[in-house]
């Protein structure tokens, strides 16, 4: 069996794995794992990441977890595009540098901004008080300036002249509260025009298929019951 993505497109990193898989054609088998479904909680996907999180990958009876260590492990395997993550040490250390920020800064606003706004009030059933929404927009606010100010400034994709894995790994965070209709951009041009150079960079049509789930999460149908309980479990720290 070739390579196999585990992934659910309603999921940042997923996204952020499959449209790096899909634009650099590298051949897999998509393994779609529900997490609204709780796909995640069977046996047989805890034997391929006993984290039970997605994006996981199976190459043969290789298994790895966590997006950013799978599309660097994807990059070197295929021998992706140089800008992508370059093997020039400085602007390698830059993509580093934002791979290594992201996770507690706009990953950390970006999901709970989208759970706090959508998820818990319409899936879950859980009112959010409007103080603690208003402050996670607040802390998403900052968090979108420090990526204008420390990353993007004045070049055209986050971390120099050419699209690289930052610039994937950001958009696809920063579609998660468009997702629950924060208008992150409209009061950023800077930002509105790097996401559109990016959107450019992927091409439209594999952007769109891409964020397709997850720009109609707001139609889905209301969950099962038992299966509202046990999420709820997994995602309350993301209320605070
Ligand atoms: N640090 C991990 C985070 C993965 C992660 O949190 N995935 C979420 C979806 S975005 C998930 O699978 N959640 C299921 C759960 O926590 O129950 C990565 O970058 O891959």
Same mark, same amino acid.
């Given at each position: 069996m070739g390579l196999e993505l585990y992934l659910d497109l309603l999921s940042q990193p997923c996204r952020a794995v499959y449209i790096f898989a899909k634009k650099n054609s590298i051949p897999f088998q998509l393994r779609t %794992?529900?997490?609204?479904?709780?796909?995640? !909680?069977?046996?047989?996907?805890?034997?391929?990441?006993?984290?039970? &999180? /997605?994006?996981?990958? &199976?190459?043969?009876?290789? @298994?790895?977890?966590?997006?950013?260590? %799978?599309?660097? !492990?994807l990059s070197r395997k295929y021998k992706a595009p140089d800008h992508w993550y370059p093997q020039d040490l400085q602007a390698r250390a830059r993509v580093d540098e934002y791979l290594s920020w992201q996770h507690t800064a706009v990953r950390s606003c970006c999901t709970r901004a989208m759970w706090q706004k959508m998820m818990f009030p319409k899936y879950l059933g859980q009112l959010v008080p409007p103080e603690t929404l208003a402050s996670t927009l607040a802390e998403l606010d900052r968090c979108l300036q420090m990526l204008e100010d420390k990353f993007l400034r004045d070049q055209a994709f986050l971390t120099g002249p050419h699209i690289s894995m930052a610039d994937l790994v950001a958009i696809t965070e920063l579609m998660h509260p468009v997702s629950a209709g924060c208008k992150i951009f409209e009061s950023r041009p800077k930002l509105?025009?790097?996401? &559109?150079?990016? $959107?450019?960079?992927?091409? $439209?049509? @594999?952007?769109?298929?891409?964020?397709? /789930?997850?720009?109609k999460a707001k139609d889905m149908p209301p969950l099962d019951p038992d299966l509202r309980e046990k999420l709820k479990l997994s995602v309350q720290s993301l209320l605070y």
């Open positions: %794992i529900e997490l609204l479904k709780g796909q995640h !909680y069977t046996d047989d996907f805890a034997r391929v990441n006993p984290l039970r &999180k /997605v994006p996981a990958l &199976k190459d043969g009876d290789f @298994l790895l977890a966590e997006s950013v260590a %799978i599309l660097l !492990y509105d025009a790097w996401r &559109k150079r990016v $959107e450019a960079a992927v091409g $439209e049509n @594999l952007f769109q298929e891409a964020h397709a /789930v997850v720009l």
